[in-house]
């Protein structure tokens, strides 16, 4: 019913299928009837184990009641499973479906105890049967902040000017419904989700830029890639590094662009792949300290030296190249 998730965070939907009415009893929140139709339960996994952990124990039906849904998934089975790796959506998907024009509230305060004043004071609700769990995450995915940005796909200008007005209007905010985009959008959605996301801040979206940097469509992992060296964050380095001996001649070349923008945060990384990586990653890199010309990083020159010995002719003459602009290389021959 659920994927693993490599132990990685995030917001999730249960989906509870309804055929009749339903006596529950919830604990200190009393004995409810929940009627026919689809259930959905809003939470989010941020702690130890992350999706997997908590999908396990709600998908267990014998387990000690923590909390308010663990009453009802001991005694409903789960129907379905929704979830979105890295996003903090939960406040703004129980925001949302508090607004929902068929959604109802079965039980006050359900999951809720946490809720901020003028928060949703429920995390359950209940829809007619008519409504699926496709139609529902159709519907969370098409997220109001977005929509400007949505209208304009397709005129990859105008989309731009969305992307850089949206960014400034939200910050930082306005990466959790694009992390949202990015897993479970179409084409042109998980593109400008990746591309949006490099005008804001970011860095909460890294681990999911480097997820979607890694394996699909090469349009959409270059975008990821280019994202990535904008946010400039430490943490994407060795997988950007990793990219550089990619097969893949535009992801190896993008990867070596990302980190070239990122300056001095990847320089001792990129000694590293001077050494360490294949063919293609050592040239990359080699050509990445050429055009950055590390004076300041040991590590870096140091790596350049031992390169004036490599076997591969480019790489040797990078080195060259770099150590002769840097001053270094002359400075040398006076070294007894």
Known sequence: MTKGWGGRPGTYLLHFRIEEPRHVSMGRIGEHILTPGLHVYVGSAFGPGGLDARLRHHLRREK??????????AKVPVAGVTAVPWARLESRWAERLCHH???????????????KPGECKTHLFAF???????????????DPWLRPLRDALGDDEVAETVA?????????????????WLHAGDSDQRWWAARTLALTDGSGAVGALVD????????????AILALGQIRAPEAVPAL?????????????????????????ALTGLASAMTNGNEKAKVRAAYILRRLLPRDSDAAVLALYKALDDE????????????????YLENSLFVP
């Open 64 to 73: 000690r009641a923590h909390w308010h849904i663990d009453y009802l998934t």
């Open 101 to 115: 024009p068929t959604a109802s509230m079965p039980i006050p305060g359900f999951g809720a105890g946490d809720a």
């Open 128 to 142: 007619p049967p008519e409504m699926t769990r496709k139609k529902l995450e159709h519907w969370l995915l098409d």
């Open 164 to 180: 850089q007005s949206l960014a400034r209007k939200y910050g930082e905010a306005l990466s959790q419904p694009l992390l949202h």
């Open 212 to 223: 979607t940097a890694t394996k699909g469509d090469v349009d959409i992992r270059c975008a």
């Open 241 to 265: 590094l990793q990219m550089l001996g990619n097969e893949d001649g535009m992801v190896s070349a993008t990867a070596a662009d990302a980190l070239a923008q990122m300056g001095n945060v």
């Open 312 to 327: 591969n002719y480019l790489v040797s003459s990078l080195a060259e190249e770099a150590l002769m602009e840097m001053g």
